[in-house]
């Protein structure tokens, strides 16, 4: 009689040690889950830490109060040198306002609302003149003109003004509303969804409908502007020393389409071309002084900062092939023109024109005031100096500073 083998039961002993491994993983992520769970989140993903709820912003909804005048606007953005003052009022007024709202919409107390011009004096002094001097540096002022005749002056300027704007607002938005909200080194956490930074919330709600608004009251002013060159002639006495001329000639190419579901059925080419003369030097009207010194034995001239005096630009359309189903408006052919002027403008400003303009004018004023200096005495020097900003001296008053000198 054969020996019966015993049956199995129950698991084996290797299975029972891979079940147990099993299930003391899943228990130690549980326990990980379970001690890492946030007290709250908001749509940019959970916190991973605990945040005490005195550190949770509560956002409220809250409508962007916008106080700022648009006409006046737009004359102080065209005009900065001569309103300096009004632009400076007009960088307080906008940041007061975003800065209000962001702090209503992070719902601050009131008690603590009265503070927000308080932190912002401390940034207002250098944020200004960053502001100005950043302004100046992207707006060609002397342009007006030009950009008036293309219908894009007013437009340009509130562009200008929304990327110097763009540049600042994250930087001064963080740097104030950090002192009145508690933060943890700079974090701040929102309570709900869908819940925005403070910086996002400043950009969206705050700046680009200010620049929207200001953008649609551009375009009309910049149609009455180049309308009104057409309807009257306005006559100007200027006295006006040019020192540099600038000749050049450039091309442009560039192709229109005309797409059907995407596809191109049809398309026009126009090549453009033009001849530039820059001239540049200086309005004396703007100012002219000229001073003796007795001590140091000299004579000073103070002319303005040298400018772009005038610029002459003749287009010519050197190709215009029409596709049939295009058809080519005025609009295009202005903005190729205006496209080549500025790009005429901007590589000379680039240059080194204005310091040869200097130079230029510095022989020129020792050749001709060289013999009446010479005439004080043979140790009198004749100095060129120029001024920084533009007076704030009356006409009257400059002309009879100059004849008491």
């Known amino acids: 009689m054969s020996e019966r083998t015993p049956k199995k039961s129950g698991l084996g002993i290797g299975s029972l040690m891979i079940y147990t491994l099993v299930l003391c993983a899943i228990g130690f992520v549980a326990y990980k889950y379970i001690k890492n769970k946030p007290l709250s989140s908001s749509s940019k993903g959970d916190y991973t830490v605990a945040v005490p709820k005195e550190m949770q912003v509560k956002y409220v909804p809250k409508d962007f109060e916008y106080t ?4 006046e606007t737009i004359i102080t953005l065209t005009n900065p040198r001569r309103y300096r003052r009004q632009f400076n009022e007009l960088v307080y007024d906008f940041n007061m306002s975003m800065l209000n709202h962001v702090a209503g919409r992070m719902d601050v107390p009131d008690s603590l609302m009265s503070k927000v011009a308080i932190e912002y004096e401390k940034h207002h002094e250098y944020l200004k003149d960053l502001y100005y001097q950043d302004y100046l540096a992207i707006k060609d002022t002397s342009a007006n003109v030009y950009e008036d005749w293309y219908e894009t002056g007013s437009t340009t300027a509130v562009d200008a003004l929304n990327e110097v704007a763009s540049k600042y607002t994250c930087f001064l938005v963080n740097h104030v509303i950090s002192t009145l909200v508690k933060n943890d080194k700079g974090v701040i956490y929102g ?3 869908q819940v925005d930074d403070p910086c996002l919330i400043a950009t969206t709600e705050a700046l680009r409908p200010m620049m929207q608004r200001l953008a649609e009251r551009a375009s009309i002013d910049d149609f009455a502007k180049a309308k009104g060159l057409l309807e009257e002639k306005v006559e100007k006495v200027i006295a006006e020393l040019a020192t540099m001329e600038v000749r050049d000639k450039k091309g442009l190419s560039k192709q229109l389409q005309t797409k059907i579901m995407g596809y191109s059925v049809s398309s026009t080419e126009v090549e453009v071309s033009a001849i530039s003369i820059l001239k540049v030097g200086y309005k004396l009207n703007k100012f002219f002084d000229l001073s ?5 034995r000299t004579v000073s001239i103070t002319l303005p900062e040298p400018e772009i005096l005038s610029h002459e630009v003749y287009p010519k359309v050197d190709k215009l092939d029409v596709g049939w189903m295009r058809e080519l408006s005025s609009d295009d052919l202005n903005k190729n023109f ?13 240059s080194d024109i ?6 230029q004018v510095e022989e020129l004023m020792n050749l001709v005031l060289g013999p009446l200096v010479a005439s004080l005495g043979s140790n009198y020097k004749l100095r060129v100096q120029y001024q920084k900003e533009p007076s704030s001296i009356p006409d009257s008053a400059v002309r009879q500073r100059n004849l008491d000198s």
Do not use: H, P, Y
């Not at 700022?68 to 006409?71: A, F, M, V, Y």
């Not at 204005?354 to 130079?359: A, F, L, Q, R």
């Open 68 to 71: 700022i005048d648009d006409e």
């Open 292 to 296: 003796v010194n007795k001590q140091n």
């Open 338 to 350: 205006n496209l080549l002027r500025g790009e005429f403008r901007r590589e000379a400003l680039d």
């Open 191 to 193: 309570n709900g969804r």
């Open 354 to 359: 204005m310091d040869k303009s200097k130079t």
